[in-house]
């Protein structure tokens, strides 16, 4: 085999392959034969991954000597109910799925979160495969083993940490996304760089038309990139105590409450940038940072076409009490990620609401 890369992903319980590379989806099988499986999966996607890979995949690992099943799930977070879980559920005993089937999420960051969660929980936990179909995915969601589905009340209120036997991350797939989604993704790819890791935003900087061009060789590195991270960040703090793998969530305390005031019209990734430039701007407001750091963060994501500021007319109060509902704040305050350069940053659970509320408003 040629042609891909293999980043280890190691824990404390587990450690396993991230391949990346361009067409190897096609070496599918031959992973799966790595580990101890009934040759017996279900496929879970949705309904546009589906018609546009669905059918390649399931005779991919047919003709390889799997019995394959394709379970076709709602779109986005529609899949992400307990309904849909209970239905799947169905399928799987309906199929005699045993203890060494397999499941393998084919999709963005919904379908990889529910097929995680059904492969942690059915029969308390068999085989899952993560094929990313989307750059957000490729590069975030399907790393880490981090599965969770929706309440009626909010958002990955039920959840579970489970890691799949292996990720393949086949970049070839991006011809197919769509590009308000694929820039979208590119926010947290810059996310990287800004967090940990200086020469990696440099090198997004002066490559960052080229990063547009779903079929090169920069984008190919910057996907491996953050799968590298990634591994490093989850290695060092799988279960998400030690304050290490939160800075992932840079960009994403004024992020997620942007998102959920625009109702969701914002891409989660465009809502992420637009956090990433508030966030570097409350760090220099609590003089923690330069402000040219505002300015280097907020000139890469406008670069790659990426929105930077809070729509004039939010209701600043409304925005800040969705920001202490975020899953890090604790006995209400407000907690964020804050840098103290480009490449250094850390968690801080306790950010003033006053400077909070002078930047949204005044900047
Ligand atoms: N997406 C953030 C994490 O995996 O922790």
């Known amino acids: 085999m040629s042609g891909f890369r293999e980043v280890l992903l190691k824990t404390e319980t587990r450690e396993y392959p991230i391949y990346v590379g361009r067409g190897i989806i096609n070496y599918l099988p031959k992973f799966m034969d790595g580990f101890k499986n009934s040759r017996k999966c279900a496929v879970i996607t949705n309904k546009v991954v ?30 992400k109910t307990l309904r849909v879980v209970e239905r799947v559920y169905d399928e799987l005993v309906d199929l005699r799925f045993d203890r060494y089937s397999t499941v393998v999420a084919l999709g963005g960051g919904s379908v990889g979160d529910l097929s995680g969660f059904i492969a942690a929980t059915y029969m308390r936990g068999i085989n899952y495969v993560q094929v990313p179909t989307t750059l957000l995915a490729q590069v975030d969601a399907s790393i880490g083993g981090k599965a969770a589905i929706n309440l009626p009340k909010g958002k990955n209120l039920v959840g579970v940490f489970y890691h799949p036997q292996l990720v393949l991350v086949d970049v070839d797939f991006l011809k197919t996304h769509d590009v308000r989604d694929f820039r979208s993704g590119l926010a947290e790819v810059v996310k990287y760089g800004v967090i940990m890791d200086r020469e990696f935003f440099n090198y997004l900087v002066e490559n960052r ?59 989660h990734g465009e809502a992420v940038a637009i956090g990433m430039c508030y966030e570097a701007k409350i760090s220099a407001a609590l003089k923690l940072a330069e402000e040219s750091v505002v300015d280097t963060v907020c000139s890469v994501l406008s670069g790659l076409g990426l929105p930077t500021h809070i729509p004039v007319d939010v209701n600043t109060t409304k925005l800040v009490e969705l920001m202490r509902r975020d899953k890090k704040s604790v006995g209400g305050k407000i907690a964020m990620v804050l840098l103290r350069d480009i490449g250094n940053s850390f968690l801080v659970s306790d950010v003033p609401e006053e400077v909070v509320v002078e930047v949204v408003r005044g900047w």
């Open 209 to 267: 038309s080229k990063l547009l061009d779903v079929s090169s060789d920069e984008l190919t590195y910057a996907i491996l990139k953050c799968c590298q991270l990634k591994a490093m960040v989850v290695g060092e703090d799988e279960f998400d105590r030690k304050g290490i793998r939160a800075i992932l969530n840079y960009g994403h305390t004024v992020g997620h409450a942007v998102e959920a005031y625009s109702n969701f019209t914002l891409r």
């Open 50 to 79: 589906n018609s546009l890979y669905g059918e390649f995949v399931e005779e991919l690992l047919s003709s390889s000597g799997y019995v394959v099943h394709v379970v076709e799930v709602p779109d986005g977070e529609e899949c």
